[in-house]
T-cell receptor
Framework: DAKTTQPNSMESNEEEPVHLPCNHSTISGTDYIHWYRQLPSQGPEYVIH???SNVNNRMASLAIAEDRKSSTLILHRATLRDAAVYYC?????????????FGKGTKLSVKP | EPEVTQTPSHQVTQMGQEVILRCVPISNHLYFYWYRQILGQKVEFLVSFYNNEISEKSEIFDDQFSVERPDGSNFTLKIRSTKLEDSAMYFCASSGTSGGDRNEQFFGPGTRLTVL
């Protein structure tokens, strides 16, 4: 599986936007970009995924660089509940037919 | 909203004993997974299951581990002879429907296994 690189930690203020970066310079043409998060003492939770185009859903937006070697998860207005570890994961064929390889992720702290 | 459930929430066992961790995936899903997370470490893939057989497994999933879908609703992980290093949180996940978006894995709340 292609490797991703994320900062170990980030801080944000409540109600401000958060941009979580991910580098994946060895991504292949058939790799999807997934983002999951893990709130304290809970199981991982799907956030968003994309292939080439930017994506929006009710939780977040995903901005994918034109060369696909990096992406950014955007939380438009951080809340205290968004404090979690965020994982950027590359998967083949969309991920549902195979495993997710979790890295260490980015621990997001949200200050009131 | 449908969810993955797991029982028990916490299992304590003696080293060498067999344990069975149970999961009820989302009812119309077709793909099932087990992951584990040792305290303070990364989430690690163990095994994926589709069409009543293992489709992928990691190096962690050795012959001490087995999975089964004994009926139409449950998905179990058995550890035959537990070791101290099996102590971890075990997460079950499911994904995929016959016609919908299969990119999202839904995780259960986990079973904390403590081996003494």
């Amino acid at each position: 599986d292609a490797k991703t690189t994320q900062p170990n930690s980030m801080e944000s203020n409540e109600e401000e936007p958060v941009h979580l970066p991910c580098n994946h310079s060895t991504i292949s043409g058939t790799d999807y970009i997934h983002w999951y998060r893990q709130l304290p003492s809970q199981g991982p939770e799907y956030v968003i995924h994309g292939l080439t185009s930017n994506v929006n859903n009710r939780m977040a937006s995903l901005a994918i660089a034109e060369d696909r070697k990096s992406s950014t998860l955007i939380l438009h207005r951080a809340t205290l509940r968004d404090a979690a570890v965020y994982y950027c994961i590359l998967t083949l064929f969309g991920g549902s037919q195979g495993n997710l390889i979790f890295g260490k992720g980015t621990k997001l702290s949200v200050k009131p | 909203e449908p969810e993955v459930t797991q029982t028990p929430s916490h299992q304590v066992t003696q080293m060498g004993q067999e344990v069975i961790l149970r999961c009820v995936p989302i009812s119309n899903h077709l793909y099932f997974y087990w992951y584990r997370q040792i305290l303070g470490q990364k989430v690690e893939f163990l095994v994926s299951f589709y069409n009543n057989e293992i489709s992928e497994k990691s190096e962690i999933f050795d012959d001490q581990f087995s999975v089964e879908r004994p009926d139409g609703s449950n998905f179990t992980l058995k550890i035959r002879s537990t070791k101290l290093e099996d102590s971890a949180m075990y997460f079950c996940a499911s994904s995929g429907t016959s016609g919908g978006d299969r990119n999202e894995q839904f995780f259960g709340p986990g079973t904390r296994l403590t081996v003494l």
